[in-house]
């Protein structure tokens, strides 16, 4: 296939996904939520949002404008796939099949319905992609890998693959630097940034810094209309597990009856919790963040040392890479 035809392909695949029937949305949603219960229809929904905003032929066009695809020769490459949130790892399907390589891959156990969902509609769409496609349940025959995972496993994946070229990913998380002066649309929208996908994303806000002063609870006002993400039971027991801990070594937090919030130091908060801590200067704050920058995936907010807006974490274009690593360059370059 010409890199014209993938294109197409690709477009073909988001249009696929905006024309699903609501019962075929229906029946597919609830086999994704019984391998995987906090995988809701809405989640599911919000990952499909996110995929077919970006697969247009124009921006797909666009995006593979800046990259020269004319010596690449096919190699076989590997992904490693996590399953924290619904088709986490599409990304890296749709960058190694336009860019022309064969895909191995290695779902999740949390993410296999979905996945193999994209991968048997783009075969109905274009056959001859089957060739260029497959599944594996060892990788041990790949030219190069793209491996996401928790901080240990990277470390063995770090270790095993460190033969062929690689991408490795860790745990990373977000955070949202706040002046005081922000609108509440803007404080609205930050809600969606904490609470979509129940907060299990590495784009997800696990963290905020606020200046000295700050009167948190005007914020955390702002988050009532998604007080309903108490009612799914896994939220649910996260939450009053470490409400229990928060009790019982009578650690300092605030509770509005859906969201913990604590002071820390830390920046990777638990599920149901959310992390704050003052800061002097925006100045004294971006050289922390500095020094954080490979545990860091987004910073939301409207100052210089913010990388996304309010709300928009969720809503990566396609050349915003994980973990800042350009995926395509990487496999335009593997015979480099």
């Known amino acids: 296939m010409?890199?014209?035809q993938r294109i197409d392909l690709f477009s073909a695949l988001g249009r696929r996904i905006v024309s699903m029937s609501s019962s075929e949305m229906t029946q597919?949603?609830?086999r994704v939520y019984?391998?995987?219960n906090w995988f809701t229809a809405e989640n599911i929904s919000l990952a499909f949002q996110g995929i077919a905003r970006f697969l247009q032929k124009e921006s797909l066009s666009e995006w593979v404008s800046h990259y020269n695809f004319k010596n690449v020769k096919p190699k076989k490459v590997g992904v490693v796939m996590t399953g924290n949130i619904p088709l986490v790892g599409?990304?890296?399907?749709?960058s190694i099949v336009i860019s022309g390589h064969i895909l191995a891959v290695k779902t999740s156990s949390s993410d296999d319905v979905l996945i193999r969902w994209i991968i048997n509609e783009l075969s109905e769409l274009e056959p001859g992609i089957k060739t260029k496609i497959g599944f594996a349940d060892r990788l041990n025959d790949v030219d190069a890998i793209i491996a996401t995972g928790s901080n240990n496993s990277a470390r063995y994946f770090?270790?095993?693959f460190s033969k062929i070229p690689h991408i490795i990913r860790k745990n990373r998380s977000s955070c949202a630097v706040l002046t005081g002066c922000e609108s509440d649309d803007q404080l609205n929208a930050l809600g969606n940034d904490i609470f979509s996908y129940y907060g299990l994303g590495c784009r997800n806000v696990s963290k905020i810094f606020t200046p000295q002063g700050y009167e948190l609870p005007n914020l955390l006002n702002h988050f009532e209309s998604f007080?309903?993400?108490?009612?799914?039971h896994k939220y649910n027991n996260n939450y009053d597990y470490n409400k229990s801990i928060y009790l019982v070594n009578k650690e300092p937090h605030l509770d509005t009856g859906f969201l913990l919030v604590r002071q820390t130091t830390e920046i990777v908060s638990p599920i149901s919790v959310l992390f704050y801590e003052h800061y002097d200067s925006q100045q004294a704050l971006g050289q922390m963040l500095e020094l954080q920058k490979d545990n860091i995936q987004c910073v939301v907010g409207n100052g210089s040392i913010c990388n996304v807006d309010f709300g928009q974490t969720q809503c990566p274009g396609l050349d915003e890479y994980a973990d800042g690593v350009d995926t395509v360059k990487f496999?335009?370059?593997?015979d480099n």
């Open 28 to 30: 597919l949603c609830a």
């Open 158 to 160: 770090e270790y095993y």
């Open 227 to 232: 007080k309903g993400v108490i009612d799914h």
């Open 90 to 94: 599409f990304h890296d399907i749709l």
């Open 34 to 36: 019984n391998e995987n």
């Open 2 to 4: 010409e890199l014209a």
């Open 331 to 334: 496999l335009t370059e593997l």
